[in-house]
């Protein structure tokens, strides 16, 4: 059991010490973007289940490799809210507000919802590419995908998910998603599966973009982070005066 404990703590240790903080002073109030994701993604599900409101989200929301571009690019914002219909919507609605909610904690609302979009939008352009490429290639997809919908809020909880993972030292978790979305794809190869993939190669580069950047400053401080090493001479003492009564 203490082994257990122990390397709970080595994996998740810092995550729960940067989550603790905030989340003991502001509550719910700490986590507006998640909180607001989780109602915005069952509203549209919601909405998307009726017959007055399939269009409207369809024509919003939902992006296809077959639509242009430009309208492709201009659905995705709200696309990062509108779950598949065939799954489950409480699977979607827990993982937005477990995975979410860790994320703005430790990284802040602005990078949770630049990350987010960041892991959507290489699943979107990923698609595009691999019809262009064709089945015949191994990244390639076959030419029905392209009126497939995509994946939805899951690119972006896994690429979360990763970053998180990466960022907070708990790489086992990290690495378990991974692996977990790799044999996703080679048990049931589709377009989601491959777009998880896309969004995890996506926050990886931005990993490796920033453990470089990380590198080539202490590089350029010429240290490891530590403050320097201040040698003393006796001109650098202070001189303490008598006070003579």
Same mark, same amino acid.
């Given at each position: ?7 709970? /703590? ?5 995550? $729960? &010490? #940067?989550?603790?903080?905030?989340? @003991?002073?502001? %509550? =719910? *109030? ?31 929301g939902t992006v296809r490799a077959a639509d242009p571009l430009w309208l ?37 609302? /602005? ?5 987010? $979009? &960041? #892991?959507?939008?290489?699943?979107? @352009?990923?698609? %595009? =590419? *691999? ?87 202490? &590089? ?12 003393w001479t006796l001109r650098d003492r202070p001189v303490q005066r008598r006070?003579?009564?």
């Amino acid at each position: 059991m203490n082994t257990l404990a122990r390397l709970c /703590r080595a994996e998740w240790g810092p995550l $729960y &010490a #940067a989550m603790r903080p905030p989340l @003991l002073r502001r %509550r =719910l *109030g700490a986590v507006p973007l998640t909180v607001g994701a989780v109602c915005l993604t069952a509203v549209l599900h919601g909405a998307h289940g009726t017959s007055w409101g399939y269009g409207l989200v369809q024509g919003a929301g939902t992006v296809r490799a077959a639509d242009p571009l430009w309208l492709a690019l201009l659905r995705t914002p709200l696309s990062l809210f509108v779950p598949a219909l065939d799954l489950p919507v409480w699977g979607a609605l827990a993982q937005i507000l477990v995975v979410f909610g860790i994320a703005e904690l430790c990284l802040g609302r /602005r990078r949770t919802l630049a990350l987010a $979009y &960041a #892991a959507t939008l290489a699943g979107t @352009l990923y698609a %595009r =590419l *691999g019809i262009a490429l064709g089945p015949h290639t191994p990244l390639g997809l076959p030419t029905s995908d392209a009126h497939v919908v995509d994946t939805g809020p899951s690119a972006a909880v896994v690429g979360l998910a990763v970053y998180v993972g990466w960022r907070h030292g708990a790489y086992v978790t990290a690495g378990a998603v991974i692996a977990a979305m790799v044999i996703e794809v080679l048990v049931k190869e589709n377009l989601a599966g491959k777009e998880h993939l896309a969004a995890i190669a996506a926050v990886s580069a931005l990993c490796a973009a920033g453990a470089l950047r990380q590198r080539w400053s202490r &590089a350029r401080t010429g240290s490891s982070g530590a403050p320097p090493i201040q040698s003393w001479t006796l001109r650098d003492r202070p001189v303490q005066r008598r006070s003579w009564r």
